[in-house]
């Protein structure tokens, strides 16, 4: 089961926080006494949530604006759309991240000509 450690205090409150793994990111959320991590990944179009705002508690996509509830992680308009979640541990200072399978990446398909598209 892939696993990240990072100290509590290297995650910025109320600021979308992006770790990579193998070159697959999650975004951490630190809100309020509550921390919170997702597949850096939005459900609408793949835009990374971590390049998105937090405020009172809703993570704003920067891609169209959809809005997550931060502890429920649910799409605010749609709530059967929700982020995915990763394991979450706070153990004293050190934060622990644990998923089960590998974070998604947006495929890109190539064109016979080598040409990527989304
Ligand atoms: S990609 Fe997130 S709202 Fe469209």
Redesign the pocket.
């Known amino acids: 089961m892939p696993r990240i450690e990072v100290e509590l205090a290297s995650v910025p409150k109320d600021t979308p926080h992006r770790l990579e793994y193998n070159g697959m990111g999650i975004v951490v959320i630190r809100s309020g006494h509550n921390i919170h991590a997702y597949h850096d990944v ?1 459900p ?4 990374r ?1 971590s390049d998105g705002e937090v405020v009172n508690g809703i993570l704003e ?6 809005q997550f509830d931060v502890t429920s992680s649910r799409y605010a308009s749609v709530p059967a759309y929700c982020l995915k979640p990763v394991s979450i541990t706070v153990l004293g200072e050190i934060v622990r991240l644990e998923w089960i399978e590998p974070v998604c990446v947006p495929v890109r398909s190539r064109s016979l000509h080598g040409e990527a598209s989304a």
Do not use: K, N, Q, T
């Not at 996509?61 to 959809?66: E, T």
């Open positions: 939005c609408h179009a793949s835009w949530l996509c920067p891609g169209h604006g959809w």
